[in-house]
């Protein structure tokens, strides 16, 4: 079992800086492919970025390639996501999750192991 809590959301203004984190228990964090996604009301969990096991590798949605940094720090059981440039489009939910590490790109929702119960990101124009 895994349980995630993010912190780090809020409200920023167009063009700002936001850093999420999420703190995973568990003792097997390396196991899994830790990424996030994201919500906003009446639509579908988009998937945002995720990272490999061992922090090798990374992927990224389109809309936030170049702007958006995942990462993680293995020794604490930490994952984040760095966002820059921020845009009012950005404005969600943003969940931090966790899949199997044999999962294969494209990350939908139902490759989802385990979801944190999000916290919100708000862009002001």
């Known amino acids: 079992q895994v349980q995630l809590v993010e912190s780090g959301g809020g409200l920023v203004q167009a063009g700002g800086s936001l850093r999420l984190s999420c703190a995973a228990s568990?003792?097997?964090?390396?196991?899994?492919?830790m990424g996030w996604f994201r919500q906003v009301p009446g639509k579908e969990r988009d998937f945002v970025a995720a990272?490999?096991?061992?922090?090798?590798?990374?992927y990224y949605s389109d809309s936030v390639k170049g702007r958006f940094t995942i990462s993680r720090d293995n020794a604490k059981n930490m994952v984040y996501l760095q966002m820059n440039s921020l845009k009012p489009e950005d404005t969600a939910i943003y969940y931090c999750?966790?899949?199997?590490?044999?999962?294969?790109?494209?990350?939908?929702?139902?490759?989802?192991?385990?979801w944190g119960q999000g916290t919100q990101v708000t862009v002001s124009s």
């Open positions: 999750t966790a899949a199997s590490r044999l999962a294969t790109m494209p990350i939908t929702p139902t490759s989802i192991t385990y």
């Open positions: 568990g003792r097997t964090f390396t196991s899994y492919m």
């Open positions: 990272i490999s096991g061992g922090g090798a590798y990374t």
